[in-house]
């Protein structure tokens, strides 16, 4: 290699840099100009770094879209997780409406007799062992009616005693399979004078009133 290229290819990254006094610089670009050997030497430096730069923005890039996908992936996950708690929290909601929501009201004859009452209860404690039973007798229904009304003041003074057109009832509390099952005894049962299904239709609204009570009991 002859004297002035060593001296050029020293020369080479400063030049590349901008950093060479005006003096060397002319130097080096007058000797690019003659030599073919340097030229090449240069023109492999600017190929190089410019490989670098191309792969250093290949890498932030990669690395970018590494960054991004781990963002979604979490709020995957985080939807999925939220997803999962709404769906169990729903079968749990719909699971106890199921099992708790069931009641009917069954309307009694007025010559009813206790033998009567008591096959009532057996036939459907043979449908439901768990079902729970509350009598409201002629009276009840007709003060529950007079409470209902009271704002109307005196549209039921006159029933009361011999005179009350109500009838008694039992309120059962069953599982809502059962409802079906027991609204269709209405025939066969002695002493009933209708069988009424008095679903709550809302879950929501059905664990929030018993959870409310349970709060005022409490
Ligand atoms: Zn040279």
Known sequence: MKKECEIVQDLLFGYQDGTLHKASEELVEKHLKECEECKKVFAEMI????????????IDYLKNVKRKMSKKNKLIVI???FLFIIILFNIGIFAYYYHEAGKVEIYLDDDITEEQLDEIRNTILGIDNNAKFEYYSKEDALNQMKEKFKDNGDLLSGYGGENNPLNAYIVVDTSIENVRRIVNLEESLHG???IINVLDTNPYLFIFSKAMIEIQNN
Do not use: L
Request: hydrophobic letters at 15%.
């Open 47 to 58: 190929k190089d770094k410019e490989d670098k730069s191309k792969q250093k923005q290949e």
């Open 192 to 194: 009933v004078k209708k």
């Open 79 to 81: 939807i999925g997780i």
